[in-house]
């Protein structure tokens, strides 16, 4: 008899050599580098190279991969009509997943890149993928789209685009380290989906606008979108332990706390609670983190439950000004990276996706009835 594991708990789908999440003891390993060993110290953009490629960069890997990545930012201008046409009441996430689609409609890629068209694409991706979420934020704000620059770093790029002035050199290292904690986690629900949609040979647009669809989700990366809203709700320090004595009555699960595979810290999350702590002081507005620990503290000691990478990152990106549902796909930017890794990766020795399953149906045998004897 087969074992039916549900949500896939505890089944090794596939080999991967490009990350791990050791969830019993905390640790996440990108390419044999532990994330304590890269937070803070590697660029975004030198991690991107280490998930695509391996290894971490020499100066010249790295300015070939910045130049790539620069050169390819400007959207098609059917992708910004898109964006300026779109109605401004629709989610950041949602239209960042129909514009991710749309790319695939416009496949030029270059070809003086010396690389295979699958990997010039994941640079397009990378490349384009913020700048979709920053123009369309500008546009439902009744704001002009700010010109594409090409001095700029991702994350700076980004935060530029989004306000259309100077980004301080704290925010652009806030978000870059940000982006390097989310950039990859092993098998979770996105990244699947993206390996399971490329193992049927489609496309990378549609292996990457799915992910986008999977992360949206409230158990996943939507939980950060969640975690502002229950703090906003509670408002208050004082209140904290009467708001999760009735969520939990009520058996509500707590967004950004608790997680399917660390059954310990989620190593993320104290980088996050770091910069968490340090913006919201800045800000004058530490009740925001004061709660925070606050229900960090209420979980673990009632459930045993840590806080997980979402919890403090939430706190992180409403501390830099960013609006609550541009979180989502704040993840998605960063994750882009590590589902364009794992595309090209289940490419190179792809074996289709197709578990069984376990029918619960009635016994065959039933005979048709006509639909007017029904
Ligand atoms: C991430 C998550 C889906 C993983 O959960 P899972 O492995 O499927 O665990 P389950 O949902 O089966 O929960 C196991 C137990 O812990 C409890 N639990 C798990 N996460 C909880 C949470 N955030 N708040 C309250 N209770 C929680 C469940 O209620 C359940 O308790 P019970 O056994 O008394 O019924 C879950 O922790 C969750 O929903 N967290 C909130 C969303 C979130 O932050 N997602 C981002 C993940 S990075």
Redesign the pocket.
């Known amino acids: 008899m087969p074992v039916i594991s549900r ?1 896939l708990e505890g089944i090794v789908a596939a080999e991967t050599r490009i990350g791990d999440v050791r969830g019993d003891v905390g640790q996440l390993i990108y390419c044999g580098y532990d994330i304590n060993e890269l937070a803070g110290k590697a660029s975004y953009e030198e991690v991107i190279h280490l998930l695509w490629h391996g290894h971490l960069p020499s100066k010249r890997e790295l300015d070939k991969l910045t130049t790539a990545l620069r050169a390819e930012r400007e959207l098609p201008q059917g992708v910004i009509d898109f964006l300026t046409a779109a109605p401004k009441s629709a989610t950041p996430i949602d239209i960042m997943r129909t514009a991710v689609s749309m790319l695939g409609c416009y496949p030029t890629v270059r070809h003086d890149l010396d690389m295979n068209e699958n990997e010039a694409i994941a640079i397009k991706l990378v490349a384009q993928i913020g700048i979709i979420a920053a123009y369309f934020h500008r546009a439902r704000c009744g704001k002009d789209l700010p010109p594409i620059r090409k001095d700029l770093g991702e994350a700076a790029h980004f935060l530029w685009l989004m306000d259309g002035k100077e980004p301080t050199p704290d925010a652009v290292q806030t978000l870059d380290v940000a982006y390097v904690l989310h950039a990859e986690h092993g098998f979770n629900a996105s990244t699947f989906t993206a390996r399971v949609v490329a193992s049927t040979l489609s496309d990378m647009y549609s292996a990457v606008s799915a992910a986008i669809g999977a992360l949206k989700g ?3 990366g939507g ?1 950060n979108e969640g975690v502002i809203h229950m703090l906003q709700e509670i408002g208050s320090l004082d209140r904290v332990d009467e708001w999760i004595d009735d969520a ?1 009555a009520q ?10 595979v660390y059954k310990v810290l989620d190593p993320r999350a104290p980088h996050l609670k770091t910069m968490a702590t340090k913006l919201s002081n800045q800000l004058g507005e530490p009740k925001w983190i004061q709660m925070s620990e606050r229900i960090a503290q209420i ?1 673990k000691e009632r ?1 045993g ?1 840590n806080a ?3 919890f403090y990152s939430a706190t992180v990106y409403y501390s830099l000004g960013i609006p609550t549902d541009l979180f989502t796909p704040i993840f998605a930017i960063a994750r882009a990276s590590g589902w364009t890794a794992h595309i090209l990766e289940q490419l190179a020795d792809n074996r289709l996706f197709r578990p069984l399953s376990e029918y619960a149906g009635p016994e065959p045998g039933k005979k048709f009835v006509p639909i007017e004897d029904r």
């Not at 058996?251 to 399917?260: A, D, E, L, Q, T």
């Open positions: 949500g409230p158990l996943h939980a939990l058996k509500k699960k707590i967004m950004g706390i608790g997680h399917r979980m459930k439950l997980n990478v979402d």
